[in-house]
């Protein structure tokens, strides 16, 4: 299950600025992107297409939550754009995520958002009125994200053996909050580095600023990928 290359998160807020980016690289290099919020908000979903036509693979990051209703109807397009992986909130519950399946189809996986990372076990606590600890709402989420049909979960490297213990060997951990030797941490809390997320056994790792902000982000993806797959 284990994706060879790095998630580059395009943190960018114009499409100009992905086009000179993604321009670094060799056409013949198929990357995998991630998209979040601010890129699509602010590019529309042309920038979906443009990433695609170039050859590459994109995480949809969305983090979708509302009724089941919607969700599924605004899957259905997403299935259609093409985009290879995309997720919603845990918290929408077991039913919006089984209507979230229904309407992306096999066409990518789905992945979901347990307790976000910036979410603290007090937060959680004043905020959601949850009363168990963090690491159980999060083993929770996960478990009725497994139960729900998707295929895994964001999560931290250092949640990620414990989710596969409470799921399955196969449902994805995808990480973010990487960081290779000596680079900048910048505010990230808990970091660790690809090596560290391989043998952690998260499945696929998400790096934007140590690659995009790099004076030479085509030799830092290299060193990440080189990294991450041992080599
Ligand atoms: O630049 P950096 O490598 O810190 O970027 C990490 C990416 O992963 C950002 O797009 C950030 O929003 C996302 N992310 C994260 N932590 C989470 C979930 C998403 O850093 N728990």
Known sequence: MREKRPVIALDFPSFEQVKAFLGLFPSDENLYVKVGMELYYAAGSEILTYIKDLGHSIFLDLKLHD??????????????????????HAAGGVEMMKAAKRGLGNAAKLIAVTQLTSTSEEQMREDQNIQS?????VLHYAQKTYEAGLDGVVCSAQEASAIKQETADDFICLTPGIRPQGAAVGDQKRVVSPADA??????????????????????????????????
Do not use: C, F, H
């Open 67 to 88: 009724i089941p209703n919607t969700v599924e109807s605004a899957m259905r397009v997403l299935a259609d754009i093409g985009v290879d992986m995309t997720n919603v």
């Open 198 to 231: 391989y043998s952690i056994g998260s499945d696929y790792i998400v790096v934007g600023r140590p690659i995009t902000q790099a004076e030479d982000p085509v030799k830092a993806y290299q060193a990440v990928y080189k990294e991450w797959n041992q080599l």
């Open 133 to 137: 600890s963090l690491k159980e709402s």
